[in-house]
Each structure stands twice: as structure tokens, then as C-alpha cells.
């Protein structure tokens, strides 16, 4: 039997926590350690006898781990963490802020090409999943409008960028889309939406004492590549309001594709997710990613990845002879 993939993790919060749970389902996968800023003697893993090591020492394990997953924030853990760790190992992350992705990849190819490691990045299901259906539906109807819709759900990134805010002790942002434009888009009808017209955005914030809400507010609602671009609402809240409504993490989405064949036929492609577990799903597809990442760096295709260079085979535990037969 051949040796099963060594699995790291750097960062331990919700999307860490959901890796350790993903790695335990896959047959061919282990966890060699937690990589984490925090004391590792204040984390406690889902898993019995798991090592907690700090984050600062990762190096000394670069022997240990086949794969790193990067399980910190796209706006200030990823920028700085990828690159570094693409120095040093096989990794896969979830980087999420779409136009940041191209100067990213660009950081990241530097980091691991020299080194001779693989990094597949922005992996999960948008960036991720939603991006391959995007491609498969302006590739096979050329004549058409593609449409993403998100939520209605619970967004890690944009919680993370809120949180990170000064005077913000916690907090969570929904997106919600409209119905009306979903509507039009499935009947074929090709509508041209601004960005306002498919999304609004929901913050709820738990202020810190002595906070000023007034430049909170300000500072989410006007912030680039987040909030800007959209109507954003923000509603104060306190700790018992926050921990009673909005413990849990539902997401989900859309990828619809309309377009025209023949003379004018009408047709209609989605993709939908509806999930319970924002975090548990994204960490499920990073952990497949996992295994493509190791298998192409085993093959000596080494820089940076994204899921449009990564054929579909190499996530699965299953062998080629196997998919055909079972899947194909």
C-alpha cells in the first residue's frame, strides 16, 4: 500500500477546524500537525494525539508535510503567509479576493517555482468550483452572459475583513441576491445587472467599548474590493444578540449560464450550491486540491496553479481505470 499524503495545517480557525474533519474522511491522507500563531498549548484539535507546533517554526518541518493547507484570511494572513510557505512546501490556500488573484498568483509563481514546490491557489468553490463552471459555460455556449450569484449566506473573507476593522470585536456579513434578477436570468432573457442590482450585503457588528459606530460603519461601507460596489446595510448588535442568531455558517450560490445555439435556440446551464457549512465545504475542496498538488509535484510540475490547470482525475482517491468505469 502506497504511503498515505502528509498533511499540514497553518491556521487554525474555522477553516483549519473544517481541513482536520475533511482529512479524516480521505483514505489516502494524514495529519502530521497544526500550524498556528497561537500558543499551541491553547489549541485544541477535533482529533486525539494531534501535534499543535508554532507557526513561526514551521521550517524545521519541512521533512514532515507533503502539503501545507493555508487556512488564514485573504486580506492580511494570505498576501504574506502564501508566498512565504510556497517557499517551503507543496501548498494549497483559498485566497478569495477576485482582483487581487492575477498580482497573487504572480507573488506565489515566484515563490514556488525556484523551490521546486507546487501551489495551487484560490481554491474552494468561489474562487474555485464556481470558477470551472464559469469557464465550461461561456466555453460550450459562446453566444451568451454568464451570471454568478452568492448567498443568500454567510461570507468567511468579508466577516474576516470586517472583524479586522479597529472598534470591532466581532462580526458576520451576509450576501443576499435578488430574486428578480435570478428570475430573468433563468428565463433566458440576458439582462445586463450591475453589480447593486444582483447583491446586497448585510453586516452585523458587535462594537468594542468606546467604539464609534459612525466610523465603522464608514469604514466597512466604503471599503475597496468588499463593500464599495454594493449596498451595504450594518446593523449593531450585542455579544448575546450575535452568539444566539448568528453562530452558524450557510452559504451557497449560483452559476448560471444563458446563451444561444443553432438559430437562436435558447439555452440554460447552472450550478448551484446550497450549504449548511461555508467553511466545512471550502475546506472539503481544499482537501481534495490536496491531492492533485501532491500528484503534480510528484510529476515535477512545480509554480503556481489554479483550478484551471488541474485535471479533474488527480482529485480523486480513485485510479483513472476506476473513474471510468464508475463515473464516466
Request: proline residues 5%.
Amino acid at each position: 500500500m502506497e504511503s498515505k499524503i502528509r498533511i499540514g495545517i497553518a491556521g487554525y480557525g474555522n477553516l483549519g477546524k473544517g481541513v482536520e474533519f475533511a482529512i479524516a474522511q480521505q483514505p489516502d491522507m494524514e495529519l502530521v500537525g497544526i500550524f498556528t500563531r497561537r500558543d499551541p498549548s491553547s489549541v485544541q484539535p477535533v482529533g486525539d494525539n494531534v501535534s499543535v507546533y508554532q507557526l513561526a517554526d514551521v521550517e524545521k518541518h519541512v521533512n514532515d508535510v507533503d502539503v501545507m493547507i493555508l487556512c488564514g484570511g485573504s486580506r492580511a494572513d494570505l498576501p504574506e503567509q502564501g508566498p512565504a510557505l510556497a517557499k517551503l512546501f507543496t501548498t494549497i490556500d483559498s485566497f478569495d479576493t477576485h482582483a487581487k488573484i492575477p498580482e497573487y498568483f504572480d507573488a506565489i509563481d515566484a515563490a514556488a517555482k525556484p523551490s521546486g514546490t507546487t501551489a495551487i491557489l484560490s481554491v474552494g468553490w468561489d474562487p474555485g468550483l464556481f470558477s470551472l463552471n464559469r469557464l465550461y459555460g461561456e466555453t460550450v455556449l459562446a453566444d451568451g452572459a454568464t451570471y454568478t450569484f452568492w448567498g443568500k449566506g454567510l461570507s468567511q473573507g468579508h466577516s474576516d475583513a470586517v472583524r479586522r476593522i479597529n472598534g470591532v470585536k466581532n462580526a458576520v456579513q451576509y450576501t443576499i441576491p435578488s430574486e428578480e434578477a435570478i428570475s430573468k436570468v433563468r428565463a433566458g432573457k440576458q439582462p445586463e445587472l450591475s453589480t447593486r442590482e444582483k447583491h446586497v450585503r448585510e453586516c452585523y457588528v458587535v462594537l468594542e467599548a468606546g467604539a464609534d459606530a459612525a466610523t465603522v460603519e464608514d469604514t466597512i461601507v466604503t471599503m475597496p474590493d468588499y463593500f464599495s460596489d454594493y449596498d451595504t446595510t450594518v446593523s449593531f448588535i450585542s455579544e448575546e444578540e450575535m452568539q444566539q442568531n448568528h453562530s452558524t455558517m450557510p452559504h451557497g450560490g449560483f452559476v448560471i449560464r444563458s446563451g444561444k445555439t443553432g438559430k437562436g435556440t435558447n439555452q440554460v446551464m447552472e450550478y448551484s450550491l446550497t450549504l449548511d457549512s461555508n467553511p466545512e465545504f471550502t475546506s472539503s475542496v481544499l482537501t481534495a486540491y490536496a491531492r492533485a498538488a501532491y500528484r503534480l509535484n510528484q510529476l515535477g510540475q512545480h509554480g503556481a496553479k489554479t483550478v484551471f490547470d488541474i485535471p479533474p482525475g488527480l482529485l480523486s482517491p480513485k485510479d483513472p481505470a476506476q473513474l471510468r468505469k464508475e463515473l464516466l
